[in-house]
T-cell receptor
Framework: NAGVTQTPKFRILKIGQSMTLQCAQD?????MYWYRQDPGMGLKLIYY???????DKGEVPNGYNVSRSTTEDFPLRLELAAPSQTSVYFC?????????????????FGEGSRLTVL | DAKTTQPPSMDCAEGRAANLPCNHS???????VYWYRQIHSQGPQYIIH???NNETNEMASLIITEDRKSSTLILPHATLRDTAVYYC?????????????????FGKGTHLIIQP
């Protein structure tokens, strides 16, 4: 198993450009997440998905869009890049039961995508 | 989810046990305690979690006080490779509820430095 794979690892964008960060997992996990981490800070949740076709906003969704057409893939789209979006982006996945109370599970993270907007 | 408080940094000598404290005084009955770590700028790595009982795995032990208001992560024989930021997270076990409440919240954590 490759686990969670993110591409690209590094990218420099100009203000106003658009791009998509790719995330794929091969563990058949139903939950997938996108976080961002600014220097010296913790991780902030951008968007997450509980299964194909279902996405929901996290703490900092403005300026981003996501889609989940398959269980494996969860791309993050930046439409009009701004310097405030300079950050390291982490994708993660987990398995959670669909019924009843359950622990939020062990999250498996990718290696991160480092984005600079100039 | 309940908030956690951790010291910003700690030192530990190589080969000794590293004890990382976490306060979560507002924890509720269905909330789990999770520990993750982040080595340098890599993606966070799950370590261990617990609800009420103490837990042990190949990486670490988790000691939760009887009132569940605090916990300690123990790395029994710390090595230089254990230098990392350690995150203590409290999260409610629940069904999907929407509203952006289903991800784990990572604070600033404790920067553990293992000294040779």
């Amino acid at each position: 198993n490759a686990g969670v794979t993110q591409t690209p690892k590094f990218r420099i964008l100009k203000i106003g450009q658009s791009m998509t960060l790719q995330c794929a997992q091969d563990m058949n996990h139903n939950y997938m997440y996108w976080y961002r981490q600014d220097p010296g800070m913790g991780l902030k949740l951008i968007y997450y998905s509980v299964g194909a076709g279902i996405t929901d906003k996290g703490e900092v969704p403005n300026g981003y869009n996501v889609s989940r057409s398959t269980t494996e893939d969860f791309p993050l789209r930046l439409e009009l890049a701004a310097p405030s979006q300079t950050s390291v982006y982490f994708c993660a996945s987990s398995y959670r039961r669909d019924r009843g109370f359950t622990n939020t599970g062990e999250l498996f993270f990718g290696e991160g995508s480092r984005l600079t907007v100039l | 989810d309940a908030k956690t408080t951790q010291p910003p940094s700690m030192d530990c000598a190589e080969g000794r046990a590293a004890n990382l404290p976490c306060n979560h005084s507002t924890i509720s009955g269905n909330e789990y305690v999770y520990w993750y770590r982040q080595i340098h700028s890599q993606g966070p790595q799950y370590i261990i979690h617990g609800l009420k009982n103490n837990e042990t795995n190949e990486m670490a032990s988790l000691i939760i006080t009887e009132d569940r208001k605090s916990s300690t992560l123990i790395l029994p024989h710390a090595t230089l490779r254990d230098t990392a930021v350690y995150y203590c997270i409290v999260s409610l076990g629940r069904m999907y509820s929407g509203g952006g409440a289903d991800g784990l919240t990572f604070g600033k954590g404790t920067h553990l430095i293992i000294q040779p």
